[in-house]
């Protein structure tokens, strides 16, 4: 079976510091991981993902994770916060076999708040 | 291009009664996914479409839930009998075709509350 699980249900940084959202997958098999971004009143937006290619993956505006098989993690950092990156992120998973193809296993999530 | 749009985008209803949402994919994808998001918590996996077909239907809570996918485009899902429990964010999503490396674009949502 696939789970998420995001530590932290809410992380409060200032504007122009790192952010760093944590994820911790479990699989039994290689998993394909993913972060969401939600912010109110929109649908969910892929922010990147890792299909087995290079460990650290950019997505979109700024962020990137990095996949470590040995801690069965895929953080999401972004350098330096800026206050339009308040939003809830959700990691995800999904597996290429004993499941429905392209199903999403979701975490809790995490709102992100930036101070200014 | 117009991305995957959801109606009602607000559904309030009473227990017991039936609703219907609707999801309108991207034009041209072939798979169609519903989640359910509570309050408080992620989205949750109810049903799988490929083409017209319901592909998975495992997360669908009981047999008050039901979705369909006639034409292989749009998408209901039905609830009957509706609990309070059943109050929630449903959320659709589609993708070209059923991979795991195919981005799922996601809809609003349609936030349902049950008085």
């Known amino acids: 079976a696939q789970s998420v699980t995001q530590l932290g249900s809410h992380v409060s940084v200032s504007e122009g510091a790192l952010v760093l959202l944590r994820c911790n997958y479990s699989s039994s098999v290689p998993p394909y991981l993913f972060w969401y971004v939600q912010y109110p009143n929109q649908g969910l937006q892929l922010l990147l993902k890792?299909?087995?290619?290079?460990?650290l993956v950019k997505g979109i505006n700024g962020f990137e994770a990095e996949f470590k098989k040995s801690e069965t993690s895929f953080h999401l950092t972004k350098p330096s916060a800026h206050m339009s990156d308040a939003a809830e992120y959700f990691c995800?998973?999904?597996?290429?076999?004993?499941?429905?193809?392209?199903?999403?296993?979701f975490g809790r999530g995490t709102q992100l708040t930036v101070w200014p | 291009g117009a991305g995957v749009s959801q109606t009602p985008s607000n559904k309030v209803t009473e227990k017991g009664k039936y609703v219907e949402l609707r999801c309108d994919p991207i034009?041209?994808?072939?798979?169609l996914y519903w989640y359910r998001q509570s309050l408080g918590q992620g989205p949750e996996f109810l049903i799988y479409f490929q083409g017209t077909g319901a592909a998975d239907d495992s997360g669908l809570p009981n047999d008050r839930f039901f979705a369909v996918r006639p034409e292989g485009s749009v998408s209901t899902l039905k609830i009957q009998r509706t609990e309070r429990g059943d109050s929630a964010v449903y959320l659709c999503?589609?993708?070209?075709?059923?991979?795991?490396?195919?981005?799922?674009?996601f809809g609003p949502g349609t936030r349902l509350t049950v008085l």
């Open positions: 034009s041209g994808h072939t798979a």
């Open positions: 890792y299909t087995s290619a290079a460990t």
């Open positions: 995800a998973v999904s597996v290429s076999r004993g499941s429905t193809l392209g199903r999403l296993y």
């Open positions: 999503a589609s993708s070209l075709a059923p991979s795991v490396t195919d981005t799922q674009y």
